[in-house]
């Protein structure tokens, strides 16, 4: 029997399966017609939906089984699970979804599925969504900081009086914790399950963008958290750790080799050479973001990492 190798949907190389397995995981939606699958004796990796008949195998009747592409699933099915819309075809089970996506859209006309492709969202749109997105949760960061905006005035009201009180300094330092990570909740809370639930951010949506797979699937919940760590804490540290090691590196080296008469202006010039310095590494480390600018996919670095991708809806 013979041996199959497919990508999954982070454009990853799985298997050997055979091809019960392979049927099972495109009637699962983890194989689509437009996947990659190979197999010995093929001179390279092909679509699944360009071999999925020899899969399937023969009919009852012992001839070739007809198949097709579903137009809302992208998976592969028999003519007999399939019905006809123009010239697209869609699986019974999608039929609803299929029909309110068009009402939705306010399409008249599609094309095969395995005709359809994507339609990525360029760097400077992305930007706006993202913008937007910050909008969106910087009132709730301003909520969660609010016991700490009340310790920090109580703090200052006692140093204005010369009465400080360790307790009300503790309660600042509690409080600012709790609402950092209040924010940080949030953070993560929004972007998973906004973009696991709908496919997209509330800025994404404003645009008319969504986020998915190389395959234009749907991304999971889990893939949608991982997106998060690599967008947030893997990229904030890619872009700001060089940028503040440089600052400090520069203001230190041009600080060491000052003489104590010219001090004062030799610390000026440090902390203006240090800026300068930290805005170009800035610049170059936010390349992270920018690279979707000349990625043909309009990847940024996150989108690399777990395999995902923003689309036009």
Not at 49 to 55: D, E, I
Not at 63 to 70: K, L, Q
Not at 137 to 159: C, H, N, Q, R
Not at 227 to 248: D, E, H, T, Y
């Amino acid at each position: 029997m013979a041996k199959w190798f497919y990508t999954d949907s982070g454009a990853a190389q799985q298997g050997p399966v055979s091809e019960e397995v392979l049927l099972r995981l495109n009637r699962e939606r983890e194989i689509l017609a437009s996947s990659l699958v190979w197999k010995d004796g093929l001179d390279e990796w092909v679509p699944f939906g360009t071999v999925a008949g020899s899969v399937f195998g023969p009919n009852e009747e012992g001839e070739p089984t007809s198949i097709g592409v579903c137009a809302y699933s992208g998976q592969v099915f028999t003519s007999e699970e399939l019905i006809p819309y123009g010239k697209a075809l869609v699986g019974l089970e999608f039929k609803d979804e299929f029909v309110q996506q068009m009402m939705e859209q306010g399409t008249v006309d599609i094309e095969d599925a395995t005709d359809n492709p994507l339609s990525f969202v360029g760097f400077w749109w992305r930007t706006l969504s993202s913008s937007l997105d910050y909008l969106v949760k910087i009132l709730p960061s301003y909520i969660f900081m609010i016991p700490y905006y009340v310790a920090a005035a109580a703090v200052g009201t006692s140093l204005e009086s010369g009465d400080m009180d360790l307790e009300e300094s503790i309660g600042m330092i509690i409080t600012a914790g709790v609402g950092g990570l209040a924010n940080l909740a949030f953070s993560v809370f929004y972007e998973t399950w906004m973009v696991g639930k709908y496919q997209a951010t509330l800025g994404k949506m404003i645009i008319g963008a969504k986020v998915v797979n190389p395959d234009g699937s749907r991304i999971t919940y889990k893939k949608s958290f991982l997106r998060w760590l690599a967008k947030k804490p893997l990229n904030n540290v890619i872009v700001w750790a060089p940028s503040m090691i440089g600052f400090g590196v520069v203001i230190t080296a041009i600080g060491a080799a000052s003489s104590q008469s010219d001090a004062a202006a030799m610390m000026v010039m440090s902390v203006l050479v240090g800026i300068f310095v930290f805005v170009g590494l800035l610049v170059l480390c936010s390349g992270v973001y920018w690279m979707a600018a000349f990625d043909e996919e309009k990847r940024a670095l996150h989108d690399r990492f777990v395999g995902t991708r923003v689309i036009k809806k």
